[in-house]
């Protein structure tokens, strides 16, 4: 079934490390998007990415890095600048007639 | 900067009564999208209905209908015949065409009461 992968669902970090959630996508989409979501609140972007080997930064970036040398995949790496990273994280990608598919999310926890 | 609001932070409805949702945004782009995803307690994300600016008629999906003033910007969510299965924080999005960002709204918790 075409979807949206992300992996892993539950990640613990130590302070100064840096942790890569991983996306993959087989719905052959061009765009796709790292969201973050804090308990009761709605979804910040963090990166986007329209085509491989470009992307731009949302309204949050700082303390994150992503690539994209494949259509297919989307990484995002919480650095240890990202002051506090303990979060719902959100990848999805972008049909051509605009709405978005996500994946399940990873639940990032900082010990 | 777009902005969406939701002004209803908590709503409830007695399962198979009509419910409906609010919503407002502040652009000054004239074709747009517009839509409601719901999330229910597992988190997934999923699209409950989409509506184009430039189009005039109200987008429906079964149950779900939406009421979109595009003078007043505004965009609300309709439940028809509530279920409990509706139970789910309901997020309004925009998206500008051109660049692609999708915004969303604070959410709405709706429970949906036997």
């Known amino acids: 079934d075409g979807g949206i992968t992300q992996s892993p669902k539950y990640l613990f970090r130590k302070e100064g490390q840096n942790v890569t959630l991983s996306c993959e996508q087989n719905?052959?989409?061009?765009?796709m998007y790292w969201y973050r979501q804090d308990p009761g609140q709605g979804l910040r972007l963090i990166y986007y990415?329209?085509?491989?080997?470009?992307?731009q930064k949302g309204d949050i970036a700082e303390g994150y890095s992503v690539s994209r040398e494949k259509k297919e995949s989307f990484p995002l790496t919480v650095t240890s600048a990202q002051k506090n990273p303990t979060a719902f994280y959100l990848c999805?990608?972008?049909?051509?007639?605009?709405?978005?598919?996500f994946g399940e999310g990873s639940r990032l926890t900082v010990l | 900067a777009q902005t969406v609001t939701q002004s209803q932070p908590e709503m409830s409805v007695q399962e198979a009564e009509t419910v409906t949702l609010s919503c407002t945004y502040d652009?000054?782009?004239?074709?747009?999208?517009l839509f409601w995803y719901k999330q229910p307690p597992s988190r997934q994300m999923i699209l409950v209905i989409r509506?184009?600016?430039?189009?005039?008629q109200n987008a429906t999906e079964n149950r779900f209908s939406v009421n979109f003033q595009k003078a007043a910007k505004s965009f609300s969510l309709k439940i028809s015949d509530s279920q409990l299965g509706d139970t789910a924080m309901y997020f309004c999005?925009?998206?500008?065409?051109?660049?692609?960002?999708?915004?969303f709204g604070e959410g709405t918790q709706l429970t949906v009461n036997p």
């Open positions: 999805a990608s972008r049909k051509s007639t605009g709405e978005l598919f």
């Open positions: 719905l052959n989409h061009d765009a």
């Open positions: 990415s329209q085509i491989v080997n470009d992307f």
């Open positions: 652009t000054s782009e004239s074709n747009y999208y």
């Open positions: 509506q184009e600016a430039y189009k005039q």
């Open positions: 999005a925009f998206m500008k065409l051109v660049v692609s960002r999708l915004t």
